[in-house]
């Protein structure tokens, strides 16, 4: 429930700002456009501040030549959000933009809104609080060779003074695949420093039959591992379970806290789905790991080894993630994995990249 005393209390010395990105056609026609291989900065703000909300149109490419689901494609993996604090040339934040919101199959997820990242018709809203000490830079990258039509703005708060225990926001992506087989354990994520995760969200396809409806692949075990330790401090017996949700991926749902916001049961077979926290952040004081684990399901199940073997020697079985995770910590930037082509992000399926980290 919101405290009505919060929202109706008067705040002393409040100092609210925003700034505008992209639409230089009418009353601001010194503004940055969204054009053609090249960077649009949306805003740069000095701190002690918080970033409280950033908007972004969903993007348009003029080009009679390609299809309608091409120029999403584009504009939702053809577009990066990069966020850089107190001048750190390494961004904290570093997604494309569809992803960043849980739109990572190719720009078809429904509309929905959560506590922290929405999809509404037209537009992409985050209201993940974004504090930093010195300075922020907001940056969305144009990879594409289309020229594209866009407003965007952040809207801010600037503090008082910096408190030592305030977080800097990051964000990661990681597009790949592998081959699933009966032994899987595949690694996933992982993060040095002080923090905590606040949460994930991941876009899932795969052709292969076997798999169809999630059935097998929802079933690895989600192991998170904090600060070195051997055993998992958390193993969620299912990712099914982990984004809260039960016997597979039934159907879309839109939650405050988690969601499936896109399913497609058919060939290929597509999942895109998120989860959030609030007052169960996962904290870690030097780092956190997450991986996937399928050993040891179905050991009893003969008639599943067999087939599961079978379309592994034929060169089948193959499942691709496109995983974007959120957290705070104390440090800013992080080692972002190198980002694929623009070609490679847009396709549904990914089998070029076979991950060996098993």
Avoid at 4 to 33: R, T
Avoid at 49 to 74: K, N, P, Y
Avoid at 174 to 188: D, I, M, P, S, V
Wanted: charged share 25%; with cysteine.
């Amino acid at each position: 429930m919101v405290d009505w005393k919060e929202i109706s209390k008067l705040k002393k010395h409040y100092n609210f700002g925003a700034s505008n990105g992209g639409w230089k056609y009418d009353s601001y026609p010194e503004l940055e456009s969204l054009d053609a291989y090249k960077s649009m900065t949306i805003a740069e703000i000095k701190g002690p501040a918080v970033i409280t909300i950033f908007h972004s149109t969903q993007h348009f490419v003029q080009d009679g030549e390609i299809s309608t689901e091409e120029r999403i494609a584009l504009c939702v993996r053809g577009l990066i959000l990069e966020i850089y604090f107190n001048d750190n040339p390494i961004p904290s934040v570093r997604v494309p933009l569809g992803d960043f919101f849980a739109d990572g199959c190719l720009g078809q997820a429904m509309d929905f809104t959560s506590l922290f990242i929405e999809k509404v018709p037209k537009s992409y809203n985050c209201f993940i609080p974004m504090p930093f000490e010195k300075s922020a830079r907001v940056v969305l990258v144009n990879e594409t060779k289309y020229d594209l039509m866009n407003y965007s703005f952040v809207e801010f708060e600037k503090l008082n003074s910096w408190d030592d225990n305030l977080g800097y926001f990051h964000a990661t992506w990681k597009r790949f695949a592998f081959q699933l087989h009966a032994n899987t354990n595949q690694h996933f994520f992982h993060v040095d420093g002080k923090g905590h995760l606040l949460g994930r969200s991941y876009s899932v396809s795969t052709d292969e039959p076997m798999f169809k409806g999630f059935y097998y692949v929802m079933e690895g075990n989600n192991e998170i591992r904090i600060d070195g330790e051997n055993k998992p401090r958390v193993d969620y017996l299912g990712t099914e379970d982990s984004f809260g949700f039960s016997w597979g991926f039934q159907k879309e749902f839109n939650g405050l806290y988690n969601g499936m916001n896109f399913i497609q049961v058919a060939k290929p077979t597509l999942l895109s789905i998120y989860r959030f926290r609030i007052n169960n952040t996962i904290g870690f004081n030097k780092n956190l790991d997450l991986r996937i684990n399928w050993a040891n399901d179905f050991t009893d199940n003969n008639y599943f080894l067999k087939r599961i073997a079978r379309i592994n020697s034929e060169g089948r079985g193959w499942i691709d993630y496109a995983t974007t995770y959120y957290w705070y910590q104390s440090e800013i930037g992080y080692d972002h994995d190198p980002l694929l082509s623009l070609d490679e992000r847009t396709k549904l399926i990914l089998k070029s990249k076979l991950n060996n980290n098993t």
